[in-house]
């Protein structure tokens, strides 16, 4: 699976929104790009995929690059309860396969 | 999504003993489980990968005989923590595979031992 590279941190006002870049230039033609984020003691949360085109939820928007090489993910009114630490992992969509955490960028939305 | 339970949500437990964590799968069957295991302001590292009805596959470095791995059922995988050590001490997290065109993980919220 592909190596991606995220902000450390990032800090946020509630209300506004939140834009979570990540970098994967190794990525696969047959490989997604996966969101999830962890708040404090608890299991991660699914929040979006997607392959090449934008995505949107009830959660968030997913941005990819055309050349597929990084992405944005957009939490579009950020709230207190958005403060999570948000892991972009990258890989195929089948075969059971493991998820790869790196680091993640740990969120602080702000009051 | 997926709705995913473990139990029990902590655990406190002396040197020596064994400890069993249950993962079930509320809403679907789930062919394979994963195990992670996360310390103190790290990031999850997958322990092993539980397949219903066949041996679990561990990754590099886990003992699998300190860390017992059952997936009877399609819903039900437990992690057995065998003879615990302070070092044990961490919050242990399963996630099932939700298929179809486009595979998801969904996670559970985690079981925290510490071991005394």
């Known amino acids: ?111 | 999504g997926a709705v995913v339970s473990q139990h029990p949500s902590w655990v406190i437990c002396k040197s020596g003993t064994s400890v069993k964590i249950e993962c079930r799968s509320l809403d679907f069957q789930a062919t394979t489980m994963f195990w992670y295991r996360q310390f103190p302001k790290q990031s999850l590292m997958l322990m092993a990968t539980s397949n219903e009805g066949s041996k679990a596959t561990y990754e590099q470095g886990v003992e699998k005989d300190k860390f017992l791995i059952n997936h009877a059922s399609l819903t039900l995988s437990t992690l057995t923590v065998t003879s615990a050590h302070p070092e044990d001490s961490s919050f242990y997290i399963c996630s099932v595979t939700r298929g179809g065109l486009i595979e998801t993980q969904y996670f559970g919220p985690g079981t925290r031992l510490l071991v005394l």
Request: net charge neutral; with cysteine.
């Open chain 1, 1 to 111: 699976d592909a190596k991606t590279t995220q902000p450390t941190s990032m800090d946020c006002a509630e209300g506004r929104a939140a834009n979570l870049p990540c970098n994967h230039s190794t990525i696969s033609g047959n490989e997604y790009v996966y969101w999830y984020r962890q708040i404090h003691s608890q299991g991660p949360q699914y929040i979006i995929h997607g392959l090449k085109n934008n995505e949107t939820n009830e959660m968030a928007s997913l941005i990819i690059t055309e050349d597929r090489k990084s992405s944005t993910l957009i939490l579009p009114h950020a709230t207190l309860r958005d403060t999570a630490v948000y892991y972009c992992i990258v890989r195929v969509s089948q075969g059971a396969q493991k998820l790869v955490f790196g680091q993640g960028t740990r969120l602080t939305i702000n009051p």
